[in-house]
């Protein structure tokens, strides 16, 4: 792991010890709190420009690495006995991370393909009474939707203009 890498992680470490909200919306006020914290507890002063370009507030011309009481003060404000404790600590805190993701892969349940068909499959429909109902459940649909737009448009069905008709005549009965 580089140096850089070490150097923000002891970073966000001291942002946590320090305070509760995001180092995004310090002010000129928390790094010189901060400044003054480090200095009562490690007898180190760590100016508060030091402090901005290091947290990234400030951009600085050229990339430089703190110096070596920087660093220890530092790590032991983050709750170390030293820079090089903390490098330490922090490669076993990585390489457990990845030690444990490792076995959480590895301890993953195999997935047969008939699990995938039905929990990964967005085209997987369940058993086939339910394909049955919602195909019946769509034909309703479709015929009363046929009748509806029928009547609303005055379509009449051939049976009511019969072909032919009854004609009836009335005869008068004669008397005989």
């Known amino acids: ?12 470490y001291v942002a946590a010890r ?6 995004a919306d310090w002010t000129d006020g928390n790094f010189i709190d901060l400044s003054e914290d480090i200095q009562k507890e490690t007898g180190v002063l760590i100016h508060r420009n030091t402090l901005k370009r290091l947290f990234g507030k400030v951009q600085a011309g050229v990339e430089s ?3 070596k009481d920087t660093r220890n003060a530092l790590a032991r404000y ?5 820079w090089g404790q903390f490098v330490t600590q922090n490669e076993l805190r990585k390489l457990e991370i990845v030690r444990i993701e490792t076995e959480r892969e590895k301890n993953k ?18 058993d086939s009474t339910s394909n ?7 034909l309703l649909i479709m015929v009363g939707a046929f009748y509806y737009w029928k009547t609303k448009t005055g379509i009449k069905s051939k049976a009511m ?16």
């Open 1 to 12: 792991m580089q140096e850089k890498e070490h150097l923000q992680d002891c970073l966000d």
């Open 109 to 126: 349940p195999e997935i047969t393909s008939e699990e995938l068909e039905e929990d990964g499959n967005p085209n997987f429909r369940g």
């Open 132 to 138: 049955w109902m919602v195909g019946i459940v769509m």
């Open 65 to 67: 690495r703190p110096q």
């Open 18 to 23: 320090a305070s509760r909200h995001s180092v």
């Open 161 to 176: 203009y019969p072909t032919s008709q009854i004609l009836q005549r009335q005869v008068p009965l004669q008397n005989c």
């Open 78 to 82: 983050a709750g170390f006995e030293d």
